[in-house]
T-cell receptor, first 116, second 114 residues
Framework: DQQVKQNSPSLSVQEGRISILNCDYTNSMFDYFLWYKKYPAEGPTFLIS?????DKNEDGRFTVFLNKSAKHLSLHIVPSQPGDSAVYFC???????????????FGSGTQLTVLP | NAGVTQTPKFRVLKTGQSMTLLCAQD?????MYWYRQDPGMGLRLIHYSVGEGTTAKGEVPDGYNVSRLKKQNFLLGLESAAPSQTSVYFC?????????????FGPGTRLTVT
């Protein structure tokens, strides 16, 4: 039972155009959402995040949108660059049942390819 | 500042063998985590630690043990490896979770169990 879903395993976009990566979640206890970027043979690196009390957060070329009623978030990359080609993971944060820490629940990732 | 490092980077084990994966962080983080990543799936939490000397189970803890004897190190052990444990293992660390939600990841260890 996946609580965080990324339904598109891959996405190809032309350089300079907008990339839109989508993520859906089911657990209402998630209160913070993050996007990670991963290159081959490297660990995931943090990209951008958003609190559940906001609906948009922007950082340079990257914007994350959150629609709480639809339990949906998206990452927009404008303009897309070839160096953005990577796997993008959506992650949701919640308190671990013991209350002593937080955990991240990850989606399965979307491979973004930006074509020159 | 190396961040989070993992050793080894690759390992091949035979079924029933044991091994220990080492994670080290130099950011003075209290919280450390071990994840596994399988094809077509997101990262899943195996075990975590909220501080030196503490460990707790995550989502998929069976077949693994952990220890956090020093704040900067978090060890993941497989006592009797099984083919189902073939995966890429990532270690992560974070500050106090109530003020920061971001986790910092190591480069991963690719483990194959034959």
């Amino acid at each position: 039972d996946q609580q965080v879903k990324q339904n598109s395993p891959s996405l190809s976009v032309q350089e300079g155009r907008i990339s839109i990566l989508n993520c859906d979640y089911t657990n209402s206890m998630f209160d913070y959402f993050l996007w990670y970027k991963k290159y081959p043979a490297e660990g995931p690196t943090f990209l951008i995040s958003i609190s559940s009390i906001k609906d948009k957060n922007e950082d340079g070329r990257f914007t994350v949108f959150l629609n709480k009623s639809a339990k949906h978030l998206s990452l927009h990359i404008v303009p897309s660059q070839p160096g953005d080609s990577a796997v993008y993971f959506c992650a949701a944060s919640s308190i671990i049942s013991s209350g002593s820490a937080r955990q991240l629940t990850f989606g399965s990732g979307t491979q973004l390819t930006v074509l020159p | 500042n190396a961040g989070v490092t993992q050793t080894p980077k690759f390992r091949v084990l035979k079924t029933g063998q044991s091994m220990t994966l080492l994670c080290a962080q130099d950011m003075n983080h209290e919280y450390m985590y071990w994840y596994r990543q399988d094809p077509g799936m997101g990262l899943r939490l195996i075990h975590y630690s909220v501080g030196e000397g503490t460990t707790a189970k995550g989502e998929v803890p069976d077949g693994y043990n952990v220890s956090r004897l020093k704040k900067q190190n978090f060890l993941l052990g497989l006592e009797s490896a099984a083919p189902s444990q073939t995966s890429v293992y990532f270690c992560a660390s974070s500050y106090f979770p109530w003020s920061s939600y971001e986790q910092y990841f190591g480069p991963g260890t690719r483990l194959t169990v034959t």
